[in-house]
């Protein structure tokens, strides 16, 4: 860290999580602590950074791989993060007390599996119903337009609360870009109550009142949009093409009076 800052190198402070920035070691430490730095599970900064690198490393082009990388990488520190707090609350270690890789694994699977795999089939299951009234035509037109955007723009975090307006801009600049009609933009918030209804999306980020202000589709779905069967990719095609923005009619009739 001080070499990086002797010879002003470009650097990021990356902060794991449960550090403190507030902390006397790194307010005394090398780096100048006004900095702003951001926390190694946080998607969004990740995506910026990943970003930032593309100037001086092939970063791929493809938005949805990138995505999906960075979201592996930060299930596995929340995992990492996760197993840290339950060796620390559920199984305090005393002084001279020897804790092995194997008992660790021991702990972390007994507290967790029966609940993720719970989840796992519950989320399946309202995936599969999804998927059922997609394949009998029973969405509206924005639960599917929705996924289009999520795919082209490899957004699978939606903002939610105060964070629907700038959500909604970001739609229609999408829909602007793709030539839509504003049914998604317009039907959004309405929306988002509908897929959390469904049990198709779940609450990734709160305010510090504990309100919404971000949800993400439930892994299932997110899953199936990074690779999109025939069928899903089919309907969502057909949408789409019904909703291209109908371009203004000319009125020809002084035009065709002309004797040329």
């Known amino acids: 860290m001080g070499a990086a800052w002797i010879v002003e190198n470009e650097h990021t402070i990356i902060f794991t999580p449960e550090f403190s920035p507030s902390s006397s070691e790194f307010q005394s430490g090398a780096l100048d602590p006004r900095e702003i730095g951001f926390m190694i599970n946080n998607h969004d900064r990740i995506t910026e950074f990943v970003e930032s690198l593309r100037l001086n490393f092939p970063i791929s082009k493809q938005a949805v791989f990138v995505s999906q990388k960075i979201r592996e990488f930060v299930a596995k520190i929340e995992v990492i993060s996760s197993d ?121 980020e709160l305010t510090g009142y504990n309100n919404p202000r971000e949800v993400m589709f439930i892994q299932p779905l997110i899953d199936v949009l990074l690779d999109p069967p025939a069928f899903l990719y089919e309907q969502i095609e057909k949408v789409v093409s019904e909703n291209i923005q109908s371009l203004p009619v000319c009125d020809t009739t002084e035009q065709d009076d002309l004797p040329f």
């Open 84 to 204: 840290s707090y339950v060796l620390k609350v559920s199984n305090p270690i005393e002084p001279n007390t020897n804790l092995s890789i194997e008992n660790h694994s021991l702990i972390t699977s007994n507290i967790n599996s029966d609940q993720i795999d719970n989840f796992s089939k519950s989320s399946s299951i309202h995936l599969d119903k999804f998927l059922k009234e997609l394949q009998e035509g029973r969405l509206k037109n924005e639960e599917i337009l929705i996924l289009r955007y999520a795919i082209d723009t490899a957004r699978f975090n939606l903002g939610v609360g105060w964070r629907t307006t700038g959500e909604i801009e970001n739609i229609k600049t999408w829909e602007d870009v793709n030539s839509l009609n504003s049914t998604l933009s317009n039907k959004y918030d309405d929306l988002m109550r509908r897929l959390g209804f469904k049990k198709l999306t779940e609450v990734s």
